[in-house]
C-alpha cells in the first residue's frame, strides 16, 4: 500500500505540474490587446498567486468534506481540534486480574497537554504563508539578474536548504542514507545541467538589460536566489514539524496554508503600495490588484493560462500535502526535482535530442540515488512488518 499510495503522489505530481509549467511559460511571454496593436506581458505575480492559493483552499476544502466521517464536527475535519484516541480495553487475565490493573499508568495531569494547541497550529500555518509568499518574489526578482539556466541549476539544489532548516530550526536529525541520497540526487542534478549544449545554457529567461550591466549583478541575482532557496528550505522544514508535532492530514495543511496565503497576497494587492524592489517594483502607482484586472479587460487571452495555472497548482498541490504527510519533505523536494529531469529525458526520447556524456552521467547518478532511497524504505517496511508479526504473536499468546 506505501509504494502503491508513493506512485500515485508521483505520477500526480508530475502530470499536474508538467501542465502548470506549461501554462506558467505562456503567462511569461507577450500578450495581445484587444485591438491587436501592442503586446504586453502580465507583471502581477501577486495575482497569479492568489488565484491559485484560492482555488487550493477550495479543492482541499472539497477534498476533506468528501472524506469526512459522519461523526467528526466541522473543527474536528479541519484539523483543529484534536480526536481523541480511545485507549485499550484492559485484557482480563486467568486470575480476573487485568494487565492495566498489573502496570499502573503514571498520569501527570498537573502537566497541561500542548501539544495540539490550536493557536500554536495555526501560528505555523501563517509562518509557512509568510515564508510562501515572501518566497516567490525573491525568485521572480533573481531572474533580472542571473540566467534562466543558473536559476535552474540553484534550484536543483533545494534538498540542501532543506536539511539544513530541518537541522538549525527544529534539531532534527536524519538516517545516514538520508545524507547521502541528498548529495547524490543535488551532484546528479548539477552535473546534468552543467554539461548541456550551448542551447540549454542560453535559456530563454536570461538576465538582460538592466541585470548584465549592472557591475554586482550576478551577486545580487546570487542573493536574491539564496534567500529563495532558504525560504522554501524554511517552508518545507516547519511543515515537517506540523506533522511531527500536530495530528493532521497533508489536506488540512493544505487548506489553511493556502487560505493565510490568499488572505496575505490579497491584502498586498490591494495596498496602494509605494516602489518596493522585489515585493512591490511596479512605478505606475496603481494596486497590483486594479492592474491585474485592468490587464485582463485589455488583453482576454491571458484567462485561460492563467485559469490553467490555477487548475493544475491546486490539483497539484493535493498530491504534494499528501506527500509530505506520508513520506516527509526530503522525499517530496526529490520528486520535484526528479520531475525536471524525467521531463528532459522524455523530451529525448519523443523529439530524438541528444544528451552529452556528462549529461548521462548525471541522470545516472540522480537515478542511483533514488535507487538507494527506495532500497532503505522497502528495508524498514519489512522490518516493521516482521516486528508487527512478532507483537501478534506475543498477543495471541496471552
Known amino acids: 500500500m ?6 500515485l503522489c508521483v505520477v500526480g505530481v508530475y502530470s499536474m505540474f508538467l501542465l502548470w509549467a506549461i501554462a506558467q511559460e505562456r503567462l511569461s511571454v507577450p500578450f495581445k490587446s484587444l485591438d491587436g ?6 507583471k502581477s505575480p501577486l495575482f497569479m498567486g492568489t488565484c491559485q492559493s484560492a482555488l487550493s483552499s477550495l479543492s482541499a476544502l472539497i477534498y476533506i468534506l468528501i472524506r469526512r466521517k459522519s461523526s ?10 484534536h480526536i481523541p484516541t480511545p485507549p485499550p480495553s484492559p485484557k482480563s487475565t486467568s486470575n480476573g486480574v487485568s494487565h492495566s490493573e498489573k502496570k499502573p499508568h503514571h498520569i501527570h495531569s498537573d502537566k497541561p497537554n500542548t501539544r495540539y494547541s490550536r493557536t500554536a497550529l495555526l501560528l505555523r500555518y501563517l509562518q509557512c504563508s509568510i515564508f510562501i509568499t515572501s518566497a516567490a518574489p525573491f525568485g521572480f526578482a533573481a531572474l533580472s539578474y542571473i540566467s534562466y539556466p543558473a536559476m535552474v541549476l540553484g534550484k536543483s539544489c533545494k534538498l540542501v536548504p532543506v536539511m539544513i532548516m530541518n537541522v538549525v530550526l527544529y534539531r532534527r536529525r536524519f538516517a545516514p542514507h538520508k545524507y547521502l541520497v541528498v548529495l547524490m540526487v543535488t551532484t546528479g542534478i548539477t552535473i546534468f545541467m552543467g554539461f548541456g549544449g550551448d542551447s540549454s545554457k542560453k535559456g530563454k529567461h536570461g538576465g538582460g538589460g538592466v541585470g548584465q550591466a549592472a557591475p554586482y549583478a550576478n551577486l545580487i541575482g546570487i542573493t536574491y536566489l539564496l534567500i529563495n532557496l532558504a525560504l522554501d528550505g524554511a517552508t518545507n522544514s516547519t511543515q515537517d514539524e506540523i506533522f511531527t508535532r500536530h495530528k493532521v492530514t497533508g489536506q488540512q495543511m493544505m487548506f489553511w496554508i493556502n487560505v493565510f496565503c490568499t488572505i496575505l497576497t490579497s491584502i498586498l494587492s490591494v495596498l496602494p503600495l509605494p516602489y518596493i524592489p522585489v515585493i512591490h517594483p511596479s512605478t505606475d502607482g496603481q494596486t497590483e490588484l486594479a492592474g491585474a484586472l485592468n490587464f485582463i479587460r485589455n488583453h482576454p487571452g491571458v ?17 504534494i500535502f499528501e506527500t509530505l504527510q506520508h513520506f516527509g519533505s526530503l ?12 521531463t528532459m529525458l522524455l523530451s529525448v526520447v519523443v523529439y530524438n535530442h541528444k544528451l552529452t556524456k556528462g549529461q548521462w552521467l548525471g541522470a545516472a547518478v540522480v537515478f542511483a540515488g533514488i535507487s538507494v532511497e527506495a532500497f532503505v524504505k522497502r528495508k524498514d517496511v519489512h522490518a516493521k512488518r516482521v516486528i508487527q508479526e512478532k507483537e501478534k504473536a506475543k498477543i495471541k499468546s496471552l
Not at 303 to 318: E, M, R, W, Y
Not at 331 to 342: C, D, P
Open 37 to 42: 496593436k501592442s503586446a504586453d506581458k502580465f
Open 72 to 81: 467528526q464536527t466541522l473543527s474536528q475535519s479541519l484539523g483543529l481540534e
Open 2 to 7: 506505501t509504494f502503491v499510495r508513493l506512485a
Open 331 to 342: 522525499t517530496l523536494v526529490t520528486i520535484t526535482l526528479t520531475r525536471k529531469l524525467f
Open 303 to 319: 484567462v485561460s493560462p492563467l485559469a490553467q495555472f490555477a487548475f493544475t497548482g491546486a490539483l497539484g498541490q493535493l498530491f
